[in-house]
């Protein structure tokens, strides 16, 4: 009798732990995004810039002191190069950014230098209301600039 009722108690103690591990999450953070081939070359988004379905991108998120990664989670876009990707958890007070992982586009898989991380904000803690998190646009350049793409930067200088 005495074992009967010490596990109905370890099991009145653990059940809610379980479920709840079990269960997703209400409210995700929401990591959004998106990924482009420079077509031109130039460092930045140009008209003739495309976006990549299929490239792989990762929220890592790390200690502020330490820089110790504490939370990694992978992502891919769709059609329209765009990520989505679910953060269960509030990381308040670490440094979380959207990365570059790779592209399926064999030339335009190199990463355009200063556009491979965006910041992005993981915590409910600092009065953004929505659960939606914006990354900027990350990208990777393409091995030979388009022909026509001199024109088009010309068109940006003047």
Request: aromatic share 6%; charged share 25%.
């Amino acid at each position: 009798m005495a074992r009967l009722r010490v596990l109905i108690l370890l099991a009145l103690c653990f059940l809610p732990a379980i479920v709840r591990a079990a269960r997703p999450p209400k409210n995700p953070l929401i990591v959004q995004g998106r990924v482009y081939c420079d077509t031109c070359r130039a460092g930045f988004e140009t008209s003739a810039t495309t976006f990549i379905p299929g490239a792989k991108v990762r929220v890592e998120c790390k200690d502020r002191d330490t820089l110790k990664l504490l939370f990694s989670i992978e992502g891919a876009t769709d059609s329209t190069g765009t990520y989505k990707i679910l953060v269960a958890d509030d990381h308040e007070d670490q440094l979380c950014d959207a990365v570059l992982v790779s592209s399926p586009q064999g030339d335009c898989a190199s990463v355009d230098p200063g556009r491979d991380r965006a910041r992005v904000i993981l915590t409910r803690s600092n009065g953004i209301a929505s659960n939606n998190r914006f990354a900027n646009s990350m990208g990777f350049m393409k091995d030979q600039a388009l022909s026509g793409c001199t024109q088009l930067l010309k068109q940006y200088q003047e």
